[in-house]
Every structure is written in C-alpha cells, then in structure tokens.
C-alpha cells in the first residue's frame, strides 16, 4: 500500500508560479513511476507529467516548457513546479504513483490540492 499526500496548492494570478509536492510512504518508492494529473470542474482527469524510476519525464503538449517535475528518491519525494501560470491551468492537481510493470494491481492517488489562477 502507498500514501501519497500532496501540498503547496493555492490561489495565484496569472503568470505566477507554484510549486507543488508529494510524500510517499509505505512501499519502495524508488521503483515506482511518478506522475502530476489535474481535474478542471466539469472535466475530466488529464495527464500533466510522468517521471519513472530513471528519471525519463513525460509532459502534456499544455505543460511543456512553463512546468517541472524531479524526484527525490531519498525523500519519497516528487514535486511540480508551475510557472506562467493561466487561468485554464485551475484544477485540482493530484500525485500518483503506479508499478511501471504492475500499473493496474499498484495504482496510487493523492487527496489532492487545489490550484485557482485568478486575478
């Protein structure tokens, strides 16, 4: 079983930045893949950026160039750094963690965090 708790959502204007974090616990995080999806209301669930175990990062075409994503394997730790941010970036972003060879028996997910681009 993996806990996986996110931080470092909020409200922010358009062009500014936000960084958020995830803590993992109770597996061997190292082995997992890591990613950042986002649920906008009324939408639906959509990939933001993936991060293996060797550090190979996937962004979605939305993301790419204005957010970053790294690993801390020794702190259980991933993180998602936001800038330029727009306000069609508003959604409540959420951390997982999934086996890369075992994704449909080891598929992990955060509460969530909010994140609103506004002015």
């Known amino acids: 079983q993996v806990q996986l708790v996110e931080s470092g959502g909020g409200l922010v204007q358009p062009g500014g930045s936000l960084r958020l974090s995830c803590v993992a616990s109770g597996t061997r995080f190292s082995i997992y893949t890591m990613g950042w999806y986002r649920q906008a209301p009324g939408g639906q669930r959509e990939l933001v950026a993936t991060i293996t175990s060797g550090g190979s990062i996937n962004y979605a075409d939305y993301v790419e160039g204005r957010f970053t994503t790294s690993r801390d394997n020794a702190k259980n730790t991933v993180s998602l750094q936001m800038n330029s941010l727009k306000p069609e970036d508003t959604a409540v972003y959420y951390c997982?963690?999934?086996?890369?060879?075992?994704?449909?028996?080891?598929?992990?997910w955060g509460q969530g965090t909010q994140v609103t681009v506004s002015s």
């Open positions: 997982n963690a999934h086996h890369p060879l075992l994704s449909n028996k080891y598929n992990y």
